[in-house]
């Protein structure tokens, strides 16, 4: 699709499974379920939602997904269906190549967001992926990442963002910075302190990207907020101040983690909010 004079493309990296209670917080179980059903391992089905903007000046990749970097019993656990690699994702969805790429954006870096950003060449050497791209991320959030709390440090792997160090590609950002004229890059506590939300204003459109704020349809009513979240209460102000504002303004909305519908607009019926899967 076309925002403005932008090419905007949604590219999936694989569906992927994590805990459904993990998921949805203290929301109970007989909730959730309905409309995100759990296999036989209490797990909810996901996929990892990349975007894709072409300005003409430069290729534009936000998230790289959860990568291949895993072993056979880290597939398992996860439920990771890939068939096929991002960058065979990329090129199908965009007719661009990896090496075509020039920038790439981290909105914060777990794995689930940042795993692409790496791989393992022919010698078992973790490379970056998008070999021509410069790499950006915030300050705070590489500061987090380096030294984590205890309680999100299985989501930092340092293998996601340390060869960019080496390589020269990795660069750091402020808390609010544009990438490229029309989007910018804003932190949003709640998921932790120095996550990113992005924001593509062009042509008379707003695009906005929730990242792990709003992870899925589902998590559009207020409570219903992750258990990873580090800072939930922050989470909670967030969502009531930049959902109805989505309404209002009539945002496309993307959804990282949704695995049927990633863009939605939002609209309020009966004072609730409903998420209304785009079409692109």
């Not at 499974?17 to 993990?22: E, F, I, V």
């Not at 072993?71 to 190549?97: C, F, W």
């Not at 993307?254 to 909010?273: A, G, N, Q, T, W």
Request: charged share 30%; net charge negative; with cysteine.
């Amino acid at each position: 699709m076309h925002i403005g004079d932008y090419r905007v493309e949604i590219v999936p990296d694989t569906e992927f499974h994590l805990d459904g209670g993990a998921m949805f917080g203290v929301v109970p179980r007989n909730l959730w379920a309905q409309v995100c059903p759990p296999d036989d391992q209490n797990r909810i089905r996901m996929n990892m939602n990349c975007v894709f903007i072409d300005t003409g000046d430069e290729k534009v990749l936000i998230e790289t997904g959860i990568g291949d970097k895993w072993t056979p019993n880290e597939v398992a656990m996860y439920g990771i269906q890939r068939e096929h690699s991002l960058a065979e994702t990329l090129r199908s969805k965009t007719g661009v190549d990896a090496d075509d790429v020039t920038i790439v954006v981290n909105t914060h870096l777990h794995f689930d967001h940042s795993g692409g950003n790496t791989r393992q060449d022919e010698r078992g050497k973790i490379v970056p992926t998008f070999r021509n791209a410069r790499y950006f991320v915030s300050r705070s959030e590489l500061e987090h990442a380096d030294r984590p709390t205890e309680r999100d440090r299985a989501s930092y792997l340092p293998e996601n963002w340390v060869p960019l160090k080496d390589s020269g590609q990795l660069e750091l950002k402020d808390s609010e910075y544009e990438v490229v004229p029309g989007l910018r890059m804003e932190t949003q506590p709640g998921h932790n302190r120095s996550m990113q939300c992005w924001r593509l204003e062009r042509g008379g459109e707003i695009v906005f990207g929730f990242s792990d704020l709003v992870p899925m349809r589902a998590h559009i009513r207020f409570p219903w907020i992750m258990g990873y979240d580090l800072f939930p209460l922050d989470t909670l102000e967030a969502k009531k101040r930049l959902l109805p504002q989505a309404a209002r303004e009539d945002w496309l909305c993307v959804f990282y983690h949704d695995p049927e519908s990633p863009i939605c607009r939002l609209v309020l019926e009966d004072e609730k909010l409903k998420a209304i899967p785009f079409q692109i």
